[in-house]
């Protein structure tokens, strides 16, 4: 079982569409999540880090939490073309030193205008 | 907010040569950098952790006689390949934590170099 599974998309959604962005993990005991943004040829941007269960808002994003399903998401609102990009769920490896992430995949967003 | 550089970001070498590419923290100290790797449509794969006056710590798989990292300060790690064939060809993306940060602070990233090998 990989260990940070996303579909790979690509995911369309019209201009000022909800995108929702999925993403599940096998390790348990996981504490930190996140969810990045790469441009083609880019390296990864930060859009939003979640560590408890429920819901974290921010501007136009939110991510959703739940760690019993093991279960983590990430909601654009009113979407935008500027936003189409592949979006990067990664998670915290538990016992490894801080930063040592595990990544999925990438699901690949198209926001058509 | 917190900024790591990355040089070069495009480098061309040809088979059997050896390429070097520097991470910088600009405005925070880094007992830890990270090295990630990333072939076309796949995702980053951690490769090593630089730690500062130390050695490396390598992932599975990689060897460290190729990809040899050196951590001289706590703003600066470098990577280079060594011996470098068409199959190193790939993104190289380093990235570092702030330590004045709390536990979870996320990773900053370098804007990465895509080193192509002839």
């Known amino acids: 079982q990989k260990e940070v599974e996303q579909n790979s998309g690509p995911l369309s959604v019209p201009e000022g569409a909800i995108a929702s962005l999925n993403c599940t993990y096998s390790?348990?005991?996981?504490?930190?999540f996140f969810w990045y943004r790469q441009y083609s040829g880019k390296s990864p941007e930060l859009i939003m880090s979640?560590?408890?269960?429920g819901d974290k808002e921010d501007g136009r994003f939110t991510a959703q939490l739940n760690k019993a399903s093991q279960y983590v998401s990430l909601l654009i609102r009113d979407s935008q073309p500027s936003d189409s990009a592949t979006y990067l769920c990664?998670?915290?490896?538990?016992?490894?030193?801080?930063?040592?992430?595990?990544f999925g995949k990438g699901t690949k967003l198209s926001v058509k205008p | 907010g917190a900024v790591v550089s990355q040089h070069p970001s495009r480098v061309i070498c040809k088979s059997g040569t050896s390429v070097k590419i520097e991470c910088r923290s600009l405005?925070?100290?880094?007992?830890?950098m990270f090295w990630y790797r990333q072939f076309p449509k796949k995702s980053l794969m951690l490769m090593a952790t630089?730690?500062?006056?130390?050695?490396?710590?390598?992932e599975q798989g990689v060897e460290k006689d190729k990809f040899l990292i050196n951590h001289a300060s706590l703003t600066l790690s470098t990577l280079t390949v060594t011996s470098a064939h068409p199959e190193d060809s790939s993104f190289y993306i380093c990235?570092?934590?702030?330590?004045?940060?709390?536990?979870?602070?996320?990773?900053?990233f370098g804007n990465g170099t895509r080193l192509t090998v002839t």
């Open positions: 990235s570092a934590r702030d330590l004045s940060g709390q536990g979870n602070s996320p990773l900053h």
């Open positions: 390790d348990r005991v996981s504490q930190s």
């Open positions: 979640i560590y408890s269960n």
């Open positions: 990664a998670v915290n490896r538990s016992g490894g030193s801080q930063g040592n992430l595990i």
């Open positions: 405005d925070f100290q880094a007992t830890t």
């Open positions: 630089s730690n500062e006056g130390s050695k490396a710590t390598y």
